[in-house]
């Protein structure tokens, strides 16, 4: 095959992968309305939509030309591990859902479907513990909602929320123990 038409046909590749979505060149930007979408994507309540945001976070370089700000304090100035309960992933894709927003300039319309995301993700986190734990676990979270619904940070958990959840935890592992 003659060195033109490897060149054309690679190109013609190229030229149709990129009409399909399936491939961007790399002088290509990223337009707004496609960091939308993927931003939108990532954010909603749903258990895929958490798996899609988690897989890009362990692989950014395929989303490096959009730009996103993976920065985070995870759960501010509240536990990220609360009573052993690990919440740090779901305060995390949180942060990643209120900075990307702002950046965009989107925020104020999207604030509630973003702590409906977070509160999901810490939902699912307690539902991977033994049914015993669990209600300590899913006050946590209510806790953890309510302080970023009403505050818009986890830093307004108080300390007797987390006592609260800690006796409700030792309560039901002293009755489980007895049983």
């Known amino acids: 095959m003659s060195r033109r038409l490897t060149t054309l046909l ?4 190229i ?10 060149p790399a002088a290509a930007a990223v337009s707004t309305e496609q960091k939308l979408a993927v931003l939108s994507s990532w954010t909603q309540t749903s ?6 945001w988690n897989s890009a976070r362990v692989n950014r370089a395929p989303w490096t030309e959009y730009g996103f700000d993976w920065s985070t304090d995870y759960c501010s100035s ?21 900075r990307n927003h702002k950046a965009m300039g989107i925020f ?23 049914t015993v734990v669990r209600p300590a676990c899913y006050s946590l979270a209510w806790t953890y909602y309510q302080a970023v619904s009403v505050f818009g940070s986890v830093a307004a958990v108080q300390q007797a929320d987390l006592d609260r959840a800690a006796r409700m935890k030792a309560q039901a592992e002293r ?5």
């Open 175 to 179: 009755t489980a123990a007895r049983h």
């Open 47 to 52: 258990a895929s939509s958490y798996s899609a």
């Open 10 to 13: 690679a190109a013609g590749t």
């Open 15 to 24: 030229a149709l992968l990129t009409a399909v979505g399936v491939a961007t």
């Open 78 to 98: 509240s536990p990220d591990n609360p009573l052993g309960f690990n919440f740090s992933l779901s305060c995390y894709r949180h942060d990643f859902g209120y």
């Open 108 to 130: 104020p319309a999207n604030k509630s479907r973003l702590d409906s995301a977070f509160y999901a993700d810490l939902k699912r986190v307690c539902a991977t513990y033994n």
